[in-house]
């Protein structure tokens, strides 16, 4: 079994103050491990996202830790939090938030400009990202000349071409249309082939369970429990909690 | 260039009309700044340019002479004193003071009388373009700039006026000596200046003393200060200076340019501030998704000061143009902006300390982001 990638125990989190308290996470204990996509499901407010933002070092935990490749975020300002999301987490957003002048290749590269990776270099591994989600042909296109597919799929390019350990993904597939979605999914799941790289995606499409290795479903900030997806390999599984 | 310049400068010329807008006001802010400080050291080299083609070592002059057209006297058997001063080689009379030139048509317009020993080279008139300098060692001859012409009804050499009831002709026409108070220096020999400027025998205005080879100029500046009563005695450098400040501090002519001129960098800087900002705001989106990226704030702030100093740039190119031909325009007139290479340098640091200072408030947005606003959006 592979070492863990991320980890949260006994993470609670705490959003607002007086009146407008909301307990968003509740003692959530999950692992990610290399090689496994995570599909984590649950209804609008359960917490899916915010458990997404404090797993990727965007938001700190009330109370509980979180292990990122084994380093703990506790105590850590919001400069070493964006180093760690430098280096070992990618994001992709449900409305896929690219630089809408720069181009694809631009866009790619711009996530390993962040990580001090410039020139020849970066452009090659730019290239190389965005052949591998199949927009080869699309390296000097503007997202305005792209459809929604295929500016998620840039988006995808970006999260992975610097090589994280971990994949967050906040609904990827709500924007598109269901062939896009598919081929999305498909993209995800083949970058969880990796066994250095964990992918967990946040979504209301329990149509995207085949591609899952496991499924976690959250509800009123509490993991309400886990199966096996239908791409899931047993060896992988080990969510607590 | 480093991507994140790149997108600084792609969000920077991608909404065009705002940019636009941006550069007319920087280059506005600092074609006013240039205009000024323009002024400020035209009116400055012009108020001494007499002083300035002088070749006297010391000034000799009544006791708070403010400045070179101060009408003060002092007598003028002080020269006697001088001369028997130590290490003095020679002091030359100076007789300056306001006059009435008559013209032709019976019109009075006042002038400034400069009468000095034109044999000697203390003081003359120089940039001469018709005429001579011996011309004007004839009875009733005089110099004036052509560019007054006009103003003192003559046109070439030999045509004739009057000063105070004298009969004058022009023996000499120069070329650039224009007085920054409007009033045209006439230069005169020492023989008739009295009679033009209305100066008694018994007064001068200044003498101008040249120093024996190897004389102790602050040795004989303290002899000659306490020998001679109610005089000081000063040097080129030093009269020039006290000149120069009257004029430009104790009129409140150089307070009022440098407030133009404080006017234009507090513009420049609103301007810029205000569209900095407006454009941060415009793609809080994307400095959101920087952050989540897990940008460094260095590196964010670099998208916004390169902005700022990317704006600096093209609004200093297009000021600079504007500067020159401000120059070019006013080269003839009374009062000539003169834009120095010191000034440019002045102002393109001015221009950018007041772009990246401009760029604060958009900081200070950018600083409160917070990078899991990209998932609400």
């Known amino acids: 079994m592979s070492d863990p990638i991320l980890e949260s125990r006994g993470v609670s989190k705490v959003l607002g103050t007086g009146a407008g308290k909301v307990h968003a996470l509740v003692d959530v204990n999950l692992t990610l491990r290399g090689g496994e996509l995570v599909m984590l499901m649950g209804p609008s407010g359960s917490g899916k996202t915010t458990l997404l933002s404090v797993l990727g070092c965007m938001l700190t935990p009330t109370t509980g830790t979180i292990h990122v490749c084994g380093q703990s975020t506790k105590g850590a300002d919001a400069e070493i939090l964006a180093k760690l999301r430098r280096d070992h987490v990618g994001f992709i957003f449900q409305n896929y938030h690219l630089f809408r002048t720069l181009t694809a290749a631009e866009n790619v590269q711009l996530a390993l400009d962040v990580r001090g990776i410039s020139g020849k270099e970066a452009r090659t591994k730019a290239y190389e990202a965005l052949a591998r989600v199949g927009l080869a042909d699309k390296i000097p296109s503007y997202p305005s000349e792209l459809s929604g597919g295929e500016q998620q799929r840039v988006a995808i390019a970006r999260a992975i071409v610097s090589g994280p350990s971990a994949i967050l993904a906040d609904e990827p597939t709500a924007a598109l249309d269901g062939a896009n979605g598919q081929t999305t999914m498909s993209i995800l799941a083949s970058i969880a082939r990796d066994y250095d790289r964990c992918v967990l995606v946040v979504t209301h499409d329990s149509r995207l369970a085949s591609f899952a290795d496991r499924i976690v479903s959250i509800e009123d900030g509490r993991l309400a429990g886990e199966r096996r997806g239908e791409a899931g390999r047993p060896k992988l599984f080990s969510a607590h909690g | 260039m480093p991507l994140n310049l790149t997108l600084a400068s792609r969000n920077l010329f991608h909404d065009r009309l705002r940019f636009i807008a941006t550069t007319i006001g920087i280059v506005f802010s600092i074609v006013l700044v240039m205009v000024q400080m323009g002024l400020y050291l035209g009116f400055g080299k012009m108020v001494t340019k007499t002083i300035d083609h002088s070749s006297a070592d010391l000034w000799v002059m009544r006791k708070g002479t403010k400045c070179f057209e101060d009408p003060s006297l002092l007598d003028a058997n002080a020269r006697r004193a001088i001369l028997s001063t130590r290490g003095v080689a020679s002091a030359a009379t100076l007789i300056i003071g306001f006059s009435d030139w008559q013209l032709p048509s019976g019109e009075l317009t006042p002038v400034f009388i400069v009468g000095s020993d034109l044999r000697e080279h203390t003081l003359r008139p120089w940039d001469i373009v018709h005429g001579s300098v011996k011309a004007l060692l004839a009875s009733d001859t005089v110099g004036v700039d052509r560019s007054y012409g006009k103003r003192l009804g003559i046109s070439k050499l030999g045509d004739k006026a009057e000063i105070r009831g004298h009969p004058v002709k022009i023996g000499a026409l120069t070329e650039g000596i224009r007085s920054f108070t409007t009033t045209p220096y006439v230069f005169v020999d020492l023989k008739h200046a009295r009679a033009y400027a209305g100066t008694p025998e018994s007064k001068v205005s200044y003498f101008l003393v040249r120093l024996k080879p190897g004389a102790n100029l602050a040795g ?132 950018i300390l007041m772009c990246v200072l401009s760029a604060v408030a958009a900081i200070m947005r950018v600083v409160r982001i917070d990078p899991i606003m990209v998932f609400a959006r």
């Open chain 2, 220 to 351: 004989v500046r303290y002899d000659l200060e306490t020998k001679i009563s109610n005089v000081e005695v000063l040097t080129t450098e030093q009269f020039r200076d006290r000149s120069r400040r009257f004029w430009l501090f104790g009129t409140g002519a150089g307070a009022a340019l440098f407030a133009g001129a404080l006017l234009g960098v507090i513009v420049g800087t609103v301007i810029v501030a205000q569209t900095l900002y407006s454009s941060t705001k415009d793609h809080l989106d994307e400095f959101a998704t920087l952050r989540a990226m897990g940008a460094s704030d260095r590196y964010i702030y670099g998208v916004i000061i390169h902005q700022a100093l990317l704006s600096a740039f093209v609004g200093f190119g297009l000021a600079s143009l504007v500067g020159f031909a401000v120059v070019w325009l006013t080269s003839g007139g009374a009062l000539p902006v003169a834009i120095t290479p010191f000034l440019m340098l002045g102002v393109f640091v001015l221009t």
